[in-house]
Every structure is written in C-alpha cells, then in structure tokens.
C-alpha cells in the first residue's frame, strides 16, 4: 500500500494525502486516487445541507466507478444524524448503514487496522448492511450499464462486539455466476469505529498509518509557511539559485533534443516513400549545395543543378527491388528535356528498396536493390542509380564532419549505374 495515492475526504491535511472538505470534493477527480479516507463525522447535517442531495448522489456515482477501477474506501464513521440517517450515506455505492448502539465489548481478528482498533475502547454504532437500500448505481457501473445484476455483501470483519455487530470490516460485492458460483468483483469499502472523545486530526492520522504503512502527522496550515525565518532564508537563495539552474540545463536538454530529432528524421531515407522520400531526399542534396527546383520540364519529381549540370530526379521506395519501369520513368525525363530544351540531362534513380526490412538484410541475391536488368540498361542510359542506404550513410558522414559535400555530389552525378559510395565510406 505504500505507493497508493490517497484522497482524504473531510479537511483533514495530513502528510502524504491530498485532502478536500466535501463541500469541495465534486470538483476532484475520484478516479486518480488509489483509495478514498472518508471522515463521516465531517458530515453533519449542515454540511449535508450545503452540498445538497443532487451532489452526494453524484458522489455515489463516482465512488462506484472508483471500486470498479479496483479502489479502496475507507470509512471513519458515526452514529446516524438524529432524523437523517440516511443522508449521511447518500454517497455510499455499498447499502451499508451505522446504526446507533453502545457498549464496551470488543473482539478483534486478524492485524489488520491493529494501530487504529488498539485506540478503541467503547462504542457508540455498528455497521449493517441495509438489505432493502438501493444499489442500482453500483450494479451499473459494475455491469457497465446491464441492467438487472443482484448484488450481494459479503467481508471479513476486524472488530465486533459480543453480539457480532460489526465494529470494522472490510466488504466487498458479489454476483452469482450462472453456474452457482459467486463472482467478487473489484475494490473494496473497509468501515472503521467513530472515536467520539479523540482528536480528528490524530484518529485520521492513525488510520492513514495503518493504510499506507507510513506514519502520519497533520498537516501545515498555509499562513504557518509564510512566516519568515533568518536561518531559512539562505537555504530559500540558494534552492531558488539551484532552480534557475535546473531550468537553464533543462533549457539545453530541449535543445539538444530538439537538434537530435532534426538530425534522426534523415533516418526516414531507409523507410519511407512517395512524397515523403521525395521531400527529405531533396532536403539532403540542398543541404549537399545543390540547387533544387520543383519539376518543370515532364513528370520527373525535382530538378536538380549542380556544377553547371541539370539533372533530373526520380525517387522510388517500395516494397521490392527497383524496376525497370521505374528506370524507364527517369529515362523519358531526360529525353523529354533534352527534347524541350535542346541540351543535355542526366537521369538520377533514388531507390529506396525493400523498404520494410532492416538495412543489413538488403541487397542480398534474393533482395538485389537494383536488379541486374536496372543496372545495365542504367549505364546504357548513362542514368545515375543511387541506393537510398547508401546515400544515408555518405550524408551521415557529412553531416559528422567526415565527408565533404562535393564527394557525394561527384559520386551522384558522375555515375552511369550504380553510385559507388565506397570510397567515401572508408576515407
């Protein structure tokens, strides 16, 4: 239980916790909390005037949700309010009930809540599960909105008295199974004594001990943090020094982040394709010098210029290797400008092929990236093949200072068939 986030209902601050009055506690989350403290003697008629009917069934809504979720509620309770009893259990999802009795026996069983009971000395109620109390809420949210699910009660108990009027238990909901089997379903209510003549803050504290196995202490009022100190003041300068720190190195981290991720998208050249491999291909040859333009002479994908050349460019990632109808696209591009224009091209093939597989299991005999047929009809054509992988790791030593951008460059543009990287890779 030590890692649980508990909320303590009945505006009790204590180490550990967050606590809200239920006047305030429809505007908290219920469901962000691992278990629930509820102090019923918080809830006395006024309060329950204040928060109103309509409200406290809206908590018995979100109590049920929260033991669907597998939570926990604890209950530090009271003997009913005199003539409205049964508003003091309007948010309960359980139809359990104290009832008003007296007395000084007292039976325990088990360890459990051994801190709390060992304070007990008399009582003023027990618990008992109203047979006839209404439990339509619960069996909703338990049956996610099927209706017509009976619920029963059972648990086991940790204090009773001699007539085994249950003093504290644990209770959990059951449903019968088709076979006659009962099924228990998550999250528990656990009742705990009403400590009548004890402090609220040190009956809580106890109870919170005994839940989270961690002691307990009240809470600081806000105005007592406000109150100056001379020997606290330097440690105040320096935490603040220390977070300004933090906040600058934090500052440096997001840019160091933010440059990583700028530089790990040219990764996407071994993976992606159409648009996007057409795009990031492009960025890297005008960071390379290049010129880039968008396509103007046929269908090619950019035109790019460089050492007083235009080479025309033609991006492929699929899911096989690259195809002679992918080389004759390039091919027609160079024929259709050198046609327009009266001037000599130079096709460029960036192949991105068997996309789908990790690098090293790539252009291998039964994977080829650039089949033998592409290959030689390339150098025929004096087309420019360059394997997306290839390029990747050339631009990768460029970026790192290994490489200049001219070497890739030459190697593109200067190819007729495959593009020979090798010699940069090993420079």
């Not at 402090?199 to 007592?224: C, F, R, Y």
């Amino acid at each position: 239980m030590n890692d649980t986030k508990t909320l303590v209902v009945g505006s009790l601050r204590h180490d550990h916790v967050t606590s809200v009055p239920w006047t305030k506690l429809t505007t908290v989350n219920v469901l962000d909390f691992d278990s629930v403290v509820l102090f019923l003697p918080s809830l006395n008629k006024e309060t329950i005037d204040e928060v109103g009917t309509e409200e406290l069934f809206k908590m018995q809504r979100a109590f049920a949700e929260l033991l669907a979720s597998d939570g926990d509620i604890y209950v530090l309770g009271a003997p009913p309010l005199e003539g409205a009893d049964f508003g003091q259990w309007l948010w309960c999802p359980i139809p359990i009930r104290s009832i008003a009795q007296r007395g000084d026996t007292i039976e325990t069983q088990g360890e459990g809540f051994s801190k709390l009971l060992s304070r007990l000395k008399a009582w003023d109620c027990v618990y008992r599960i109203d047979e006839h109390g209404q439990t339509m809420t619960l069996s909703m949210v338990l049956s996610k909105g099927v209706p017509g699910i009976q619920l029963s009660f059972e648990g086991e108990w940790y204090a009773r008295n001699r007539a085994g009027g249950i003093l504290a238990a644990r209770i959990f909901a059951y449903a019968r199974n088709r076979n006659g089997d009962q099924h228990q379903f998550p999250g528990s209510m656990t009742v705990l004594p009403h400590f009548p003549g004890d402090e609220p803050h040190d009956v809580v504290s106890t109870a919170l001990a005994d839940i989270l196995g961690k002691p307990q202490s009240e809470g600081v009022p806000e105005w007592l943090t406000a109150i100056p100190m001379q020997a606290v003041a330097p440690i105040d300068q320096r935490l603040l020094t220390l977070r300004q720190e933090i906040a600058a190195l934090e500052q440096q981290v997001n840019e160091q982040l933010a440059e990583k991720a700028r530089l790990e998208r040219y990764k996407r050249l071994l993976y992606v394709s159409s648009f996007e491999l057409e795009d990031l291909v492009a960025e890297c040859l005008g960071v390379l010098g290049a010129s880039i333009t968008p396509a103007r002479y046929s269908q090619e994908e950019f035109v790019m210029e460089w050492n007083n050349s235009v080479f025309l460019a033609e991006c492929k990632g699929v899911s096989k290797s690259i195809s002679l109808a992918n080389l004759r696209q390039v091919q027609d591009y160079v024929l259709r400008y050198e046609e327009d224009e009266n001037s000599n091209g130079k096709g460029l093939l960036f192949g991105n092929a068997w996309r789908g597989l990790p690098p090293a299991e790539r252009n291998t005999k039964d994977c080829p990236i650039f089949p033998d047929n592409v290959i030689l009809r390339a150098q025929q054509f004096g087309v420019s093949l360059v394997s997306t992988i290839d390029f990747f790791y050339a631009f990768s030593r460029f970026l790192s200072g290994q490489v200049p951008a001219q070497a890739i460059l030459s190697v593109i543009t200067e190819a007729d068939g495959v593009a020979d990287f090798s010699t940069l890779m090993n420079s």
